[in-house]
């Protein structure tokens, strides 16, 4: 078993900076990948950016060049830092870590950019 625990979202204007955190405890030696989807109202839930165990990146076209993913192993914690956000960055993310079985997801942080 793994818990997660979300950290960082809030309200912030349009060009402004946000840092989320996701604190993996449990079962942690069993997690692979990590990462961070949303989900904003009235649409699917989406990869924003996913780190594997090995550092490789990957990135949603639409936050490329913008947020940036980290993990901090020995705190078995992955990090969004997320620079010149857009009012369409406002959802509700959450974290995943990827594990063998069923992957895990956090309870959610809203982040809500304004115009």
């Known amino acids: 078993q793994v818990q997660l625990v979300e950290s960082g979202g809030g309200l912030v204007q349009a060009g402004g900076s946000l840092r989320l955190s996701c604190a993996a405890s449990?079962?942690?030696?069993?997690?692979?990948?990590m990462g961070w989807h949303r989900q904003a109202p009235g649409k699917l839930r989406e990869l924003v950016a996913f780190i594997t165990s090995d550092s490789t990146t990957n990135y949603a076209d639409s936050v490329k060049g913008r947020f940036t993913i980290s993990r901090d192993n020995a705190k078995n914690t992955v990090y969004l830092q997320m620079n010149r956000l857009k009012p369409e960055d406002t959802a509700v993310y959450y974290c995943?870590?990827?594990?063998?079985?069923?992957?895990?997801w956090g309870q959610g942080t809203q982040v809500t950019v304004s115009s």
């Open positions: 449990g079962t942690t030696t069993s997690i692979n990948g």
């Open positions: 995943r870590v990827s594990v063998p079985g069923p992957d895990y």
